[in-house]
């Protein structure tokens, strides 16, 4: 036996001997990983075949959370799903979603499509690849995802895609639900996971929407190195500045769990007393819906904390608590599965995730026992970029302490003030006027009958006179702009705006129901 190959032996000896709180997983138990945080450098080792399982317990989490409130996804809009009513779930319910409404699970296969660039083009893969594969996908996307999409083919860099100056919909859920890749290929790296949401996250989201990717992604990180899901959650938020809202959000949620330690839904008021309010998706604006990112973190850290490490009672709780009640059992899913691994799942949820193991997700060539061998492989190269060691059959990776994230803030000093009634059609002109300092005109393009192929409307915006942007508007909805024209940091006052479309076409029209308006100050009422 070579010098190379004792040391194998002993180390993997080391570790099979370790009597702490996860026998033969860890060289030392979370309380000494606290305390190497102080200032003991001593690297964590894991054995590879426990990484794995925690990564497979990841994806399995999230594709079983998604399936799981498949049925019930924003039907429950300010109020959560009562106990007397059960929620669907059978042997076969994972294949029969995937066969039935494949949409369903847009959170797990734009995870994949990241995953597949890192793959053709490894770890340092450039943003605008990340952009442009998604984009050019066939795939349906809503809300932050589109308007990056929409974005990314109108060539706004990467960078700039999700800022909320060109993205109405920079505060939404998005770029969290989709985060979980960001977390799996950086196991005990919170500061990898925060860099991979960095380059990825701002296509889609900005702020607070950003935000809920860095937190998930931390989570996950986290997740590999802890057994407390109390501390994962903790040590996540760290990421997050402590000026925004999502901190303070996040921060009551584990502040309300910890005075009403029994009472999940006592908790559940809570945050709907303080932060139910929806600031910037212009469809949830004076609506029930909310798909704002830190509300729908508050529910998944609700699942999490409130369901003490256990899979199901997790599920319920996250699901239970309404809104977008798919993602956000398959965040809860993903992170708990990430910390037990996925021979711990229950067998009542694994059965019927193990039938469609094999099946490709939509518009993808990746089904889950492929990215459970494709996710392994990237969390080792990353685990070696962040000088860690990759040995026969454990890894060591280098302890760090998590750094927070740069401040940034969406529709700062912009309240929503009215909502105004517009119910225009026109294959000329949208014009109105508003008394603000912004506005979002909601609708889209369409072909006037189905005789006419799908286009694209040329228009200008046109405000107080003066043209401010030229704008192209496809008919086709998988890549149609999510609102019309908007405008924020106007002058105070009163606004002119028209639409005008250049060339107009009697086959092809604008529809617009509403337009929303901001001003500076809070409005009372």
């Given at each position: 036996m070579d010098i190379f190959k004792k040391f194998q032996f002993f180390g993997i000896l080391a570790i099979l001997i370790s009597g702490f709180a996860i026998s033969g997983f860890y060289?030392?138990?979370?309380?000494?990983?606290?305390?190497?945080?102080?200032?003991?450098?001593?690297?964590?080792?894991?054995?590879?075949?426990?990484?794995?399982?925690?990564?497979?317990?990841?994806?399995?989490?999230?594709?079983?959370?998604?399936?799981?409130?498949?049925?019930?996804?924003?039907?429950?809009?300010?109020?959560?799903?009562?106990?007397?009513?059960?929620?669907?779930?059978?042997?076969?319910?994972?294949?029969?979603?995937?066969?039935?409404?494949?949409?369903?699970?847009?959170?797990?296969?734009?995870?994949?499509?990241f995953v597949d660039v890192y793959e053709r083009y490894g770890l340092s893969a450039p943003a605008d690849s990340f952009a442009l594969a998604y984009a050019r996908s066939g795939y349906e996307l809503w809300h932050a995802n589109q308007a990056g999409r929409y974005n990314t083919l109108h060539g706004i860099p990467a960078a700039k895609s999700g800022h909320w100056l060109n993205n109405p919909h920079a505060d939404d859920i998005d770029f969290q639900i989709e985060s979980d890749f960001a977390g799996l290929m950086s196991p005990g790296m919170p500061n990898s996971a925060s860099a991979i949401s960095d380059k990825i996250g701002h296509i889609m989201n900005y702020g607070d929407g950003w935000y809920g990717g860095v937190f998930v992604s931390n989570m996950y990180a986290q997740a590999f190195?802890?057994?407390?899901?109390?501390?994962?959650?903790?040590?996540?938020?760290?990421?997050?500045?402590?000026?925004?809202?999502?901190?303070?959000?996040?921060?009551?949620?584990?502040?309300?769990?910890?005075?009403?330690?029994?009472?999940?839904?006592?908790?559940?008021?809570?945050?709907?007393?303080?932060?139910?309010?929806?600031?910037?998706?212009?469809?949830?604006?004076?609506?029930?819906?909310?798909?704002?990112?830190?509300?729908?973190?508050?529910?998944?850290?609700?699942?999490?904390?409130?369901?003490?490490?256990?899979?199901?009672?997790t599920m319920e709780i996250s699901t239970r608590a309404g809104q977008d009640s798919d993602c956000n059992p398959s965040t809860a899913g993903g992170i708990l599965g990430t910390m037990i691994g996925y021979d711990k799942i229950p067998a009542y949820w694994l059965t019927a995730l193990q039938k469609a193991e094999n099946t490709n997700f939509s518009f993808t060539n990746l089904s889950l026992n492929k990215v459970y061998e494709l996710s392994f492989k990237h969390a080792l190269l990353n685990i070696e970029a962040n000088h860690g060691k990759v040995h026969d059959?454990?890894?060591?990776?280098?302890?760090?302490?998590?750094?927070?994230?740069?401040?940034?803030?969406?529709?700062?000093?912009?309240?929503?003030?009215?909502?105004?009634?517009?119910?225009?059609?026109?294959?000329?002109?949208?014009?109105?006027?508003?008394?603000?300092?912004?506005f979002v005109l909601k609708g889209h393009a369409r072909r006037q009958n189905s005789s006419v192929p799908d286009s694209s409307i040329k228009a200008e915006l046109i405000i107080d006179g003066q043209k401010m942007e030229e704008i192209d508007l496809p008919t086709k909805?998988?890549?149609?702009?999510?609102?019309?024209?908007?405008?924020?940091g106007l002058s105070k006052g009163k606004h002119r705006v028209k639409l005008q479309i250049l060339g107009p076409d009697s086959g092809y029209e604008l529809v617009s129901n509403d337009f929303l308006v901001y001003d500076n100050i809070v409005i009372s009422r």
């Open positions: 060289t030392f138990s979370d309380a000494e990983y606290s305390r190497s945080e102080k200032g003991n450098s001593r690297p964590l080792t894991i054995s590879k075949a426990l990484l794995k399982d925690k990564i497979k317990g990841g994806w399995a989490g999230q594709t079983i959370g998604v399936t799981f409130g498949w049925p019930t996804e924003f039907l429950y809009r300010g109020t959560f799903i009562q106990d007397y009513q059960k929620i669907v779930w059978h042997d076969d319910y994972v294949t029969e979603a995937m066969h039935v409404f494949p949409g369903l699970f847009d959170d797990v296969y734009m995870d994949l499509t190195v802890n057994t407390n899901i109390n501390e994962v959650v903790e040590e996540a938020l760290k990421a997050i500045p402590k000026q925004s809202k999502f901190y303070q959000c996040i921060a009551d949620v584990i502040r309300w769990h910890k005075k009403y330690p029994r009472d999940w839904k006592q908790t559940w008021f809570e945050i709907q007393k303080k932060w139910a309010e929806e600031r910037g998706c212009p469809e949830g604006v004076f609506q029930p819906l909310n798909i704002d990112a830190k509300l729908n973190a508050a529910y998944v850290v609700l699942g999490l904390l409130y369901g003490e490490g256990d899979f199901t009672k059959m454990f890894v060591e990776i280098p302890k760090e302490l998590v750094r927070t994230v740069a401040f940034e803030e969406s529709f700062a000093g912009h309240y929503p003030k009215e909502t105004v009634a517009f119910k225009k059609v026109s294959s000329e002109k949208l014009e109105f006027t508003f008394d603000g300092i912004g909805p998988a890549i149609r702009r999510t609102d019309l024209c908007w405008r924020y």
